[in-house]
């Protein structure tokens, strides 16, 4: 069955430095993948979304990679900030449809 | 600029009592519209789709049902609530044909006793 995996423990980083984020999928093979951000008690917020033939996507401090081959994504917060203390959520896309498989995310917490 | 609402924020019911959530959007005409329940501390699941009115696809069979009376409202019912039901409910939308980037309502947080 199709499977995401996000790191379930939260990443504590200090102010300034770089947070990355991992999505790890299995079983098969999403044209394009999203991220979103989720703060307590409200609903998720879109990011970036990458598209399969796409390496890498940046957004301002954010920047995402995605290897088809290692069935793999990376989400990275340059000079983190405690504002971005959140819940991080990887979708891929389910393979038909405008529907997402959402991972259980990642917390993330930046301490100043 | 599109909006989407849900309502109540909050809600406490009894076993066996009856649920009705209401999310409508504006701002847009024609989206899909998803029903998402999330558990404490965990993803977000996918509950039901549409993509027009009275049109209704369920991911998970469950004790709820989806309705879409009009374009912009969808509906979120069940006719006796389970303690299992208990969760944050999300009503979300994409533009129709379009590539899947979600907009998600504030939420319903349920609670089941």
């Known amino acids: 069955s199709q499977k995401i995996e996000q790191n379930s423990e939260a990443l504590n980083i200090q102010e300034g430095k770089t947070a990355t984020l991992t999505c790890n999928y299995t079983n098969y093979s999403p044209a394009y993948l999203q991220w979103y951000r989720q703060d307590p008690g409200r609903g998720p917020v879109f990011l970036l979304l990458?598209?399969?033939?796409?390496k890498e996507k940046r957004k301002e401090r954010l920047k995402v990679t995605f290897d088809t081959t290692l069935k793999q994504s990376l989400f990275h917060i340059t000079a983190s900030q405690p504002a971005d203390s959140a819940t991080y959520l990887c979708?891929?896309?389910?393979?038909?449809?405008?529907?997402?498989?959402f991972g259980g995310g990642t917390r993330l917490m930046v301490k100043p | 600029s599109q909006t989407i609402h849900q309502w109540p924020a909050t809600l406490v019911q009894p076993v066996g009592s009856p649920l009705s959530l209401e999310c409508t959007v504006e701002g847009t005409s024609n989206p899909n519209l998803y029903w998402y329940r999330q558990a404490a501390g965990r993803g977000l699941q996918l509950l039901f789709y549409?993509?027009?009115?009275?049109?209704i696809s369920s991911e998970v069979p469950q004790n709820l049902s989806a309705s879409r009376p009009q374009d912009r409202q969808f509906i979120l019912s069940s006719k006796k609530l389970l303690l299992s039901d208990s969760g944050f409910y999300l009503c979300a939308w994409t533009r129709g044909g379009a590539l899947g980037e979600q907009f998600f309502g504030p939420g319903t947080r349920l609670t089941v006793l």
């Open positions: 979708a891929p896309r389910k393979n038909a449809g405008n529907m997402l498989t």
């Open positions: 990458i598209r399969e033939n796409e």
């Open positions: 549409s993509v027009g009115i009275g049109q």
